[in-house]
């Protein structure tokens, strides 16, 4: 607690900072309809996503599971837990933090909240059309873009009205500093309608032709990574990291070079995935230079978190928000160099067709963007809820239980991944044996996804308590330890 | 502020709007939590910058010579670039290695990896005659038995088997020739490899025979040497006038019935030394 002077102690509106508490204190208030139920519809997304991809990952072993069920089969829940994670959990909860995080950081309040709200159930309209469109047997079959043309449309207008919301709050903002956060966001909310509507327009309303649909899908596909949650979840690292810690950012020309040089370069990252494919060789070595380039946004984002954190990195051991955020950032730093790596033709040929890259899709949108998630709603719904996190236990497992289960499979996958593409190497092999190589190291990402399910219903748990205000009324913060005294990092 | 006053700005801004907000209201999640983060100003290091060019610098030379001069029509990397004997690594498949990826998926079964087969079940490949082309045994026969296959009783090194060998027609003659290369280069093998085109040519030969051979048939064929791969020649004028055509053709009609019926429309196609690819070259 703050040391209180004797003014304070008579009346807390007096307290320095009281005046601050009040500005932020109504910015939440304004935010609370919108904000909560994005995550909410978030958290639900993302148990309907764990159990689709559950489902999908034990058939890669047992082919024969639930064959029955039309509506279950492989190549329906595949796309279904893809497009329900992607559009239901991970857009929604990062939605949500970019609104919460805009108003925090413009300071002012959500005008017209309730229009956000309506925006957020036709969002969540469209996704659910979409999941039970692919489910009915009517995907598109194109990557990241499989939800059927009826979804399309809702979904669009739903998040025309949330984009345009957070770029008129920042019309309105608060004269003085513009921090790093809000580059990202705002440039994320530009970003996405930008490619949502481009390769909607270029491969489903007005197809273009031949192999010029292979490079737009995977501009697309490579782009909602890295100029829509990369944005998003680098925006809420740059937030909660400082604010949770009390001092400032490292540096401010870092965070400008690592900004502008993600802004440059990575666009053009998505044709690395069509490495030995029909399209112009100038295309792809273009991609290959420009994924290598990924190197400098990456590093220098990895060296100003660093050096904000030295000193401080004690703080994850009470700290819920900081452990989850820093596990996502550390995670950012290692799958951007993974991918980096990938994108090198002498290696792709080892691992493009193999489950090296779903491991390292996992580790981006998992490791990286839902942990990062993870952190912000820990840090963001007790402030909308005015309710404290009921159990520190729960929180930790949490932690542990999808900290374990994401690194297990990305492991798994990977060494799996390397095998499988070691054999389709050698030529005495045929491609159909390759896969046996794969095979044990599919069980054991079949066992993680138990323990990532499990950590999702603890979390759901926790979440569904907060929204009830469960049980008795905390004052302190829910912690995983007693912080030293003598540290700002006890003000999470 | 340059922007003109809104009415957002008014709803905190008033000081008495803001005594009103009953203090308890604020959650004390808010009161503790630490000032809006800000951002420090340490400079770039240097040691950064210079690997950031360094990378820059490489990424230059890398679309120099990967760009395939930055066309619309050319999909290999390495095309006209300034590396220009890069294309020869690009050359064409070793026959040996897709030989032996073909025979591990399809023939070990019966003749196994070692190419001995199994005694009294399967012939051996090792030492064969039938395999080397020696004795009565030449390699059109080798050919003809994978595309139609084998029944019957047949002798092999001294030794009678009676088994049915499947038809492998459904291979391509890339692969046929690959495969047979492979058996009769490994093991202690050393005859001359069989050329795609070579199979190809036997191949239009015989469309019209749809039984498996058997060891009798082709005992009356008279033998044939696969001709060595030979580049590609100039377009000939007719198939008779062709260098290359008199090794093979001319011998085939003479003395084959089974071959004649079909011998004039695929001579020029089957010819081996035009690529498979070209047919039409000759009604040109």
Known sequence: ?492 | MTAPTQPPDEGFNEKDQRNEMDVAEVHGSILREQSEPRSGAEPVPLWLLTVFFSIIFWAGLYLAYNSGGFRADVFDPTHGAAAGDAAAQAGPVDPRVLGKRVFTQNCVVCHQTTGLGIPGQFPPLVGSEWVLGQGWHGDNHLVKILLKGLQGPVQVKGATFNNAMPTWSQLTDEQIAAVLTYIRSEWGNAAPPISAAYVKEIRDKTTARTEPWKSKDLQDIPAEKAPAEAPPAPAAPAPGASPAAPGASPAAPATSPSAVPSASPAAPAASPAVPSASPAAPAA
């Open chain 1, 1 to 492: 607690m703050k040391p209180q002077s004797l003014l304070s102690s008579i009346n807390p509106a007096n307290e320095p900072d009281a005046l601050a508490s009040y500005e932020r204190a109504e910015i939440d208030a304004s935010t609370r309809g919108p904000v909560l139920l994005f995550f909410g519809s978030a958290v639900f997304w993302l148990l309907v996503g764990s159990v689709l991809g559950l489902l999908a990952a034990w058939k890669m072993t047992h082919p024969g599971l639930l064959d029955s069920l039309g509506f279950l089969t492989f190549g329906r829940i595949r796309p279904a837990h893809l497009n329900a994670v992607i559009y239901g959990w991970a857009s929604s909860a990062g939605i949500g933090t970019g609104l919460w995080l805009m108003a925090r950081l413009c300071r002012v309040p959500l005008m017209h909240s309730k229009l956000l709200v309506s925006a957020a159930v036709f969002w969540n309209l469209g996704v659910l059309v979409g999941v039970l469109g692919i489910l009915a047997g009517d995907s598109r079959s194109i990557e990241w873009l499989e939800f059927p043309g009826y979804a399309t449309p809702i979904l669009f207008v739903a998040y025309a009205c949330i984009g345009i919301w957070a770029v008129i709050m920042f019309r309105y903002r608060k004269p003085g500093h513009v921090y790093v956060s809000q580059w990202y966001l705002l440039a994320a909310f530009l970003w996405f309608p930008w490619m949502y509507a481009t390769a909607n327009i270029l491969l489903v309303w007005q197809p273009i032709q031949g192999s010029a649909q292979g490079a737009v899908n995977w501009w697309f596909a490579h782009n909602v990574l890295g100029l829509w949650f990369v944005p998003i979840g680098l925006a809420s690292a740059y937030y909660m990291i400082p604010k949770v810690i009390g001092r400032p950012i490292h540096s401010y020309y870092l965070a400008i070079l690592g900004f502008w040089s993600l802004a440059v370069f990575y666009s053009w990252n998505g044709m690395h995935h069509l490495i030995g494919g029909p399209i112009p060789a100038w295309m792809i070595s273009a991609s290959v230079v420009a994924s290598v380039m990924m190197f400098i946004p990456v590093v220098t984002v990895a060296i100003n978190h660093h050096m904000t954190m030295r000193g401080h990195f004690d703080a994850l051991q009470w700290s819920p928000t900081l452990r989850f955020t820093v596990f996502g950032a550390m995670a950012y730093t290692i799958v951007s160099l993974q991918g980096i790596s990938m994108a090198i033709p002498s290696l792709n040929t080892l691992t493009h067709f193999t489950d090296y890259t779903i491991g390292h899709a996992h580790f981006g949108l998992y490791g990286f963007f839902s942990m990062m998630m993870f952190g912000a709603m820990y840090y963001i719904v007790p402030r909308l809820v005015g309710w404290e996190w009921p159990s520190a236990t729960m929180i930790r497992w949490h932690f542990w239980l999808v900290a374990s289960g994401v690194l297990l499979m990305v492991g798994a996958l990977t060494i799996g991944g390397i095998l499988q593409g070691l054999a389709q190497y050698d030529p005495t092999v045929s491609f159909r044996s390759s896969l046996d190589y794969a095979t044990p190291f599919r069980w054991l990402r079949g066992i993680s996804g138990f323990l990532l399910l499990a950590g999702h219903l603890v979390f759901a748990t926790l979440f569904v308590q907060m929204l009830l205000k469960v049980g008795r009324r905390k004052e302190g913060p829910a912690l995983f330890a007693a912080p030293a005294d003598h540290k700002p990092e006890a003000a999470v």
